[in-house]
């Protein structure tokens, strides 16, 4: 999947865009791929479209700034099949340089107007980043369907730098992160644990090289271990 939109700003703090983007409703989903500390996405992202097509307007005020979008509602390069329309949005509020809270929603209709599922999604997040020291996250999402068939997602990660200074290798980011996923459905939950090492040749998110390894550890199951690289060439 690509991001491909038009964004026209008309100040310093006010933006539109029209195309395929990533919806805005969790901190985890908002994050780029190639800026997040670890390869695997968190579970919180898996529970609503992370791309689609729509309209979206971005805001900064002072400390606060908002996100929202009106979009398809059926997920990234699939046609628009059905009459109804999903609402997203979040809102941050940035006290200190370091410190991040934040509120998300997403009001959505999936499926073709022959099976329309109507769902609701609420999302809770915080953070504690400074560049290249440490950084700290959580984050809790709730999704509720027609069917009752309800979804309770929560993550915590947490990663710190060491400074090596050398040629090659500037610095070296630990990271680790408990999911912890609960199905009312079938009465089922999960819980993985992600841990990964990330090297970066020199201060910047231009080029880095990650591994992680992931596992259930409430299941025993769902072990692998990813190798990534990030290059940039400009």
């Not at 195309?19 to 190639?34: D, I, K, L, V």
């Not at 996405?41 to 971005?58: M, N, Q």
Request: aromatic share 16%; charged share 20%.
């Amino acid at each position: 999947p690509f991001d491909m939109y038009a964004n026209y700003k008309m100040n310093g703090n006010l933006s539109f865009r029209l195309g395929q983007f990533r919806t805005p409703s969790s901190m985890e989903n908002m994050t780029a791929p190639f800026k997040r500390d670890l390869i695997y996405e968190a579970l919180v992202s898996k529970l609503i479209p992370t791309r689609d097509y729509g309209v979206g307007v971005d805001a900064t005020f002072l400390k606060l700034s908002l996100n929202a979008a009106l979009i398809n509602g059926n997920g990234f390069n699939r046609k628009d099949d059905n009459s109804k329309k999903d609402g997203c949005i979040n809102i941050d509020w940035s006290p200190t340089e370091v410190a991040t809270f934040g509120f998300g929603s997403y009001l959505g209709a999936n499926g073709p107007d022959t099976n329309v599922t109507h769902y609701t999604n609420f999302n809770f997040h915080g953070r504690l980043t400074r560049a290249f020291r440490y950084s700290l996250k959580c984050e809790s999402s709730y999704l509720k369907n027609e069917q009752s068939y309800d979804t309770s997602v929560s993550y915590l990660s947490g990663s710190y730098f060491f400074s090596l200074d050398r040629k090659y290798l500037q610095y070296v980011e630990i990271i680790g992160r408990y999911d912890y996923e609960y199905l009312t459905e079938n009465e089922s939950d999960r819980g993985i644990v992600t841990l990964g090492a990330t090297f970066y040749p020199e201060r910047g998110y231009a080029s880095r090289f990650l591994i992680n390894y992931k596992k259930d550890l409430i299941n025993n199951t769902d072990a692998s271990l990813t190798l990534c690289a990030f290059i940039s060439l400009f």
